[in-house]
T-cell receptor, first 112, second 113 residues
Framework: ETGVTQTPRHLVMGMTNKKSLKCEQH?????MYWYKQSAKKPLELMFV???????ENNSVPSRFSPECPNSSHLFLHLHTLQPEDSALYLC???????????FGQGTRLTVV | TQLLEQSPQFLSIQEGENLTVYCNSS?????LQWYRQEPGEGPVLLVT?????EVKKLKRLTFQFGDARKDSSLHITAAQPGDTGLYLC?????????????FGQGTILTVHP
């Protein structure tokens, strides 16, 4: 069983759909993150949760809505996305004090 | 805004050659990490360096953190096709920025048999 598991691995959705990405970590970490990886751009930090509390929202549009019910689970709710939101969405976890982040395999999202 | 510049962006070499990837910034980082990512997968942590001037070795990979903690390098000796992948450096500023990583744009390495 991998340390950080993301589902689904692939997702195709229309611009009017609502979907959710799920992330689960089995490493005993207390911080979780969402990153976006687009072609030809560095990984972009989207959200940070420390001890289930959101501590960072990196100017992410409201069509992305995170949820962290406990330290082991993280969701990213998606609605009315745009084609430019197509990317690989990566979940990561770490201890709150960092620095080492462990990543899931990502969800490849395509918005049509 | 902290930025990390990685170079080169692309590297295509023959098996057995040596190579170095650079990661540079004008900002100081409390730690710097190197990751390797294969297509369709998430980044996998290779090493973390935290002390200025630190050198760490992982088999044929040698990682160095600059004295001023603003830059780092990854050197691979006798590259093998299995080393092919995207190499990413990531810096953590520390302080209230614990866990928040700034990534370089990556170096795509292809090692030909």
């Amino acid at each position: 069983e991998t340390g950080v598991t993301q589902t689904p691995r692939h997702l195709v959705m229309g611009m009017t759909n609502k979907k959710s990405l799920k992330c689960e970590q089995h490493l005993g970490h207390n911080a979780m993150y969402w990153y976006k990886q687009s072609a030809k751009k560095p990984l972009e930090l989207m959200f940070v949760y420390n001890f289930k509390e959101q501590t960072e929202n990196n100017s992410v549009p409201s069509r992305f809505s995170p949820e962290c019910p406990n330290s082991s689970h993280l969701f990213l709710h998606l609605h009315t996305l745009q084609p430019e939101d197509s990317a690989l969405y990566l979940c990561a976890s770490s201890q709150v004090t960092g620095p080492e982040a462990f990543f899931g395999q990502g969800t490849r999202l395509t918005v049509v | 805004t902290q930025l990390l510049e990685q170079s080169p962006q692309f590297l295509s070499i023959q098996e057995g050659e040596n190579l170095t990837v650079y990661c540079n910034s004008s900002s100081v980082f409390s730690s710097l990490q190197w990751y390797r990512q294969e297509p369709g997968e998430g980044p996998v942590l290779l090493v973390t360096v935290v002390t200025g001037g630190e050198v760490k070795k992982l088999k044929r990979l040698t990682f160095q953190f600059g004295d001023a903690r603003k830059d780092s390098s990854l050197h691979i000796t006798a590259a093998q096709p299995g080393d092919t992948g995207l190499y990413l450096c990531a810096g953590e500023a520390g302080g209230t920025s614990y866990g928040k990583l700034t990534f370089g744009q990556g170096t795509i390495l292809t090692v030909h048999p």
